[in-house]
């Protein structure tokens, strides 16, 4: 327990009946989680198969892995650590037969479902089809099946229909999507009160992180796992209650004071992170939320620098000045390029600061856009090389089947699924069992079984031969490029092309460094993404989406384009759900350590069109205590900052020794 203070001390040793940490941001929650895992094995002697932590992303849990590893040694490799779905992942597979689905099962990720989306709605555009499967996501977080949804609206009414559709295909596959992973859980437990009981005989102490962010079937899950005896950690703060959008519901909060009368609440207000002037501006954000429960951030980091809000002329502008600062500041401090973070409210903003970046040779890394490995040309390629090194992979043959397109569509793959269901094998096994010919027209069937054979041929060959010799000769041989060139406008078809020639030839001189074959290659093709996680410790500015910088923190923070209609946003002002908006403000003001810049323009190009525009009303909610700059600013009082004018002295006489 050594250097945590007494609320920490109080959340790690409280046993008493469930519990909810509200731990405000940089107030050490992941710490009070890591050391209440090792109070649990070390101290109180609970096995640790028997603790579980919960986690939003495989970031934070492989961290908080490593964190227990160091606390309790060897024994935290039995301690189940892990997200929502891989928790969900893992319970479905010891728990397939009574869920009613194949040991096998296959996991759809959301590439795999908008492909069989799109064959369900034929007719459909792509933002109508991505309309619908957020919707259908939606329901099934609130723990909606076909039959339970009220269409409100003509969307809503085409999201049912499909819904049943799409369930239907699903089981024909024996697949669930990542949805069901949270969802077919919470319906067994709730069903099934053997397999709650030997759950809960399992779980014997549960810790959630991130509570605000969990839906309502987590959430519903959470209590299903616990039981009566309801001995869990909730761990959260609703100030950084910031998705919403994507199902979470910070009234999860409020609704645990009202289903446990013993819920003991904690609150951890000391920050570790920022400065007090920071601090005093977060806090002077978030008071105009309403309040689930009281709580203000404090720090013994000394006051800081000034908080300086820029009024830039326009966009340009804003770019030149936000990395003209930012290199003279780290000229100032002496300081690190991954001290250093720009965050924006949506992705599009970061071109104009990239373009600057560049300009300057400034390093820098982006975060919250698209992964390499997640562009459609590279799944789809990496489907081939799932199916070779694993036959009964079904979502790698849906794709790989269907792509390019080879005359199979989506009746003829429901016939096969439906085959194989009934048989208990994969849908590649399927298309040589006996008697299929009974069941899928000759025509199709042919065509499924040339695409069998092709896979067969070149799964041999991959067991012989170079890497970069088999995979150059079957993204040929599947004439992937012609079809780029057929299906798409020449300049996205050439963008994909490279981007697939890439990825072949990185492969390909992977194989020969670490003398692996294709199939040694494809077999830890799930690992591959992890390589396009940049080192942590690359010294780079970042550029992020405030939500995609949730988690993190930084010295020194821009936070840029802080205008009504983006921060907040206008479709948030135009429903009223600013409280959202507002926490993300102060999320972006808490990953600052040393110093915050806020900056907005009087100007912004929309198009072909310049715009005026406003600073949002969250810079005047920052308080006075900030330094208003640019033309158009409001006019600050001068302030006497003794401490910083010392620092900046003392750091340029250090400087002044260093010249030659």
Not at 102 to 126: N, R, V
Not at 255 to 282: C, F, G, H, M
Not at 354 to 368: D, I, M, N
Not at 541 to 566: D, P, S
């Amino acid at each position: 327990m050594q250097g945590l203070n007494p609320p920490q001390r109080e959340a790690i040793r409280y046993l008493d009946g469930p519990l909810l940490v509200l731990a405000g941001a940089g107030s050490g929650k992941t710490r009070v989680i890591t050391e209440k895992i090792a109070y649990l094995i070390g101290e109180v002697g609970i096995a640790p198969a028997h603790v579980t932590a919960i986690t939003f992303t495989n970031k934070a849990a492989r961290e908080m892995k490593e964190r227990v590893a160091r606390r309790v040694g060897e024994r935290a490799s039995e301690v189940n650590i892990s997200t929502f779905h891989a928790l969900g992942a893992k319970f479905l597979r010891m728990e397939a037969k009574a869920a009613g689905l194949k040991p096998g099962f296959s996991i759809l990720d959301a590439s795999d479902t908008a492909a069989l989306f799109a064959e369900l709605m034929k007719d459909a555009d792509k933002a109508r089809l991505k309309l619908v499967q957020q919707r259908i996501s939606l329901w099934k977080n609130a723990l909606l099946g076909p039959d339970d949804v009220s269409p409100l609206d003509d969307l809503e009414a085409d999201a049912a229909r499909v819904y049943a559709e799409y369930e239907r295909m699903l089981h024909a596959y024996q697949a669930v999507d990542f949805d069901d992973l949270i969802m077919k859980p919470v319906r067994l437990l709730e069903q099934d009160e053997e397999v709650a009981q030997r759950w809960r005989q399992r779980i014997w102490h549960l810790l959630v992180d991130e509570y605000q962010d969990t839906n309502r079937c987590q959430n519903r899950l959470m209590r299903l796992l616990t039981g009566e005896r309801a001995a869990f950690t909730a761990v959260g703060d609703d100030d950084q209650s910031i998705y919403a959008w994507r199902g979470a519901d910070v009234d999860n909060l409020r609704q645990l004071a009202a289903d446990y009368p013993r819920l003991k609440v904690i609150k951890l207000e000391q920050n570790y992170r920022s400065t007090t002037r920071i601090l005093k501006a977060a806090n002077s954000v978030i008071r105009h939320n309403p309040k689930l429960f009281e709580k203000k951030l404090w720090s013994d980091k000394g006051h800081g620098d000034m908080i300086r809000v820029m009024a830039c002329r326009d966009d340009q502008h804003e770019a030149e000045w936000v990395i003209t600062r930012l290199m003279a500041h780290r000229f100032e401090t002496r300081g690190r390029w991954r001290d250093y973070a720009i965050l924006y409210r949506g992705n599009h903003q970061a071109r104009l600061f990239e373009q600057q970046l560049r300009a300057h040779k400034v390093p820098y890394v982006l975060s919250g856009g698209q992964s390499f490995f997640d562009k459609s040309e590279i799944k789809d390629i990496v489907s081939y090389l799932r199916l070779l090194a694993n036959p009964d992979d079904d979502p790698a043959f849906i794709r790989a089947v269907t792509t390019p397109k080879r005359g199979i569509g989506g009746t003829t793959l429901e016939a096969l699924g439906q085959a194989a269901g009934r048989r208990h094998i994969g849908l590649f096994a399927a298309i040589f069992a006996p008697g299929i010919e009974l069941e899928i027209k000759a025509p199709q069937l042919a065509a499924l079984r040339e695409f069998g054979g092709f896979i067969n041929r070149m799964e041999f060959r991959a067991r012989r031969e170079p890497a970069s010799q088999v995979l150059a000769d079957l993204v040929k041989a599947i004439g992937y490029e012609t079809w780029l060139f057929e299906t798409l406008e020449t300049r996205d078809a050439e963008a994909r092309l490279a981007n697939v020639r890439e990825f072949v030839g990185w492969l390909a001189a992977k194989g020969e460094e670490e003398k692996k074959g294709l199939l040694e290659l494809a077999q830890t093709v799930a690992l591959i993404t992890m390589l396009d996680k940049r080192d942590e410790n690359l010294d780079a500015v970042q550029l992020a989406t405030l939500h995609a910088a949730k988690g993190l923190e930084f010295r020194h923070v821009f936070l840029v384009g802080v205008e009504e209609g983006n921060l907040p946003h206008r479709e948030s002002i135009d429903v009223g759900n600013i409280e959202e908006e507002r926490r993300l403000m102060y999320v972006g003001i808490t990953r600052a350590q040393l110093s915050l810049n806020v900056s907005w323009c009087l100007k912004r190009k929309q198009g072909k069109e310049i715009v005026e525009r406003m600073p949002s009303r969250f810079i005047a909610e920052m308080g006075d205590d900030v330094r208003h700059e640019g033309q158009g600013a409001v006019p600050s009082a001068p302030t006497v900052d003794k401490a910083a004018g010392n620092a900046r002295l003392a750091s340029f006489k250090a400087l002044l020794k260093t010249v030659p």
